[in-house]
């Protein structure tokens, strides 16, 4: 039996979708079959953040609403074996068109099969955020390091907490060691201390992440991305191993890059 | 003039972190609070039933609520009293 995980934040553009399709790669590289299920039906984005949105024939609504079979919709990523599926979202639909019920029952049909679902949920706290949370065993809440981002992460934690969700960890996106040091950010222990949830991880901020976006191939590839590598810590993290926080040293100066060069830097 | 003198040498204020902290800190006590009618009904049905061991009060004249202050956020209780209790003395 798997795991149903949502990706969700209140905010809108703090990462939740970079996450969901990284997160996933990672899983998928670590053997681990996995579906990705885009539940922002009339703002899809998971497909070509993932680059398959050209393999696209069906989708969520089709599937909930009958016109074809699950294992139809689910589009296979040929760059990782059998190990990962999207199950991309309605672009012509809007929220209203699947119903929390059609929600659980989708996502336990799927983590019978597979041992990973992440669910990319929308923005804002209505009717597509209560379906794409029906149906999880675990919630991971993306926040940034600002006030708006954190004070909504504060309002989700809230509804997921009162909606009785069994697991919710906080994930700090786009963090920038060098305006934490100068104290223009506010730091991990900062976020943890206002909203006094579980962490799960730490992702810098990464020029790497949209030039993946770019060529819609997921960052974790990229074995030199500071933000892939974090990614990948905490896929492994998700499936119970301990993995320490990647230590966040401001943007390495020349030194430190032919340190690094030679395996001395970390 | 300080102040660019202060920008000049080194740290103008407080780091701005701090600022944002400080906000959220007071902005988050208010949300909490109004995600619920119901919480300040509860809060308000326990202050009525502690108050009336001591004092007569106008129970339908309660008011209980949050105010955002300049600096802080404050739980103000307006509680009309019809009587105070003969008892009371004794304590």
Known sequence: ?266 | MLDILGRVFGREEAPSKEIAKERLRLVLVHDRATVSPQFLELIKEEVIGVITNYMDVDEEGVEVSIHNMERSVALVANIPIRRMKRAVKAV
């Open chain 1, 1 to 266: 039996m798997g795991e149903v995980i949502v990706i969700t934040s209140g905010k809108g553009g703090v990462g939740k979708t970079t996450t969901t399709a990284n997160l996933g790669t990672a899983l998928a590289l670590m053997e681990r079959r996995v579906v990705l299920l885009d539940a922002d039906i009339g703002l899809r984005n998971l497909d070509v953040v993932m680059g398959l949105e050209n393999r696209i024939v069906y989708d969520l609504v089709d599937v909930t609403s009958g016109v074809c079979r699950l294992k139809q919709a689910l589009i296979k990523d040929k760059r990782f074996n059998e190990n990962l599926f999207l199950l991309p979202a309605a672009q012509t639909k809007d929220k209203t068109a699947v119903t929390p019920e059609q929600m659980k029952a989708l996502t336990a049909e799927l983590k019978a099969e597979y041992d990973y679902v992440l669910v990319d949920c929308p923005a804002g706290i209505e009717q597509g955020f209560r379906n794409a949370i029906a149906g999880a065993d675990r919630a991971i809440v993306v926040t940034t390091p600002e006030v708006s981002a954190v004070r909504d992460a504060d309002r989700i934690i809230g509804l997921l907490e009162a909606s009785e969700m069994p697991e919710v960890q906080l994930l700090i996106n786009r963090i920038r060691p060098s305006m934490v040091k100068r104290g223009d950010m506010m730091d991990i222990d900062d976020i943890l201390d206002i909203l006094a949830i579980d962490l799960i991880g730490v992702v810098p901020e990464d020029d790497k992440i949209v030039v993946s976006t770019n060529r819609g191939e997921p960052t974790v590839l990229d074995a030199n991305s500071r933000a892939g590598q974090a990614f990948r810590n905490i896929a492994r993290r998700i499936t119970g191993e301990q993995v320490p926080l990647m230590a966040l040293e401001a943007e390495h100066g020349f030194m430190e890059r032919v340190k690094q060069l030679f395996g001395f830097g970390r």
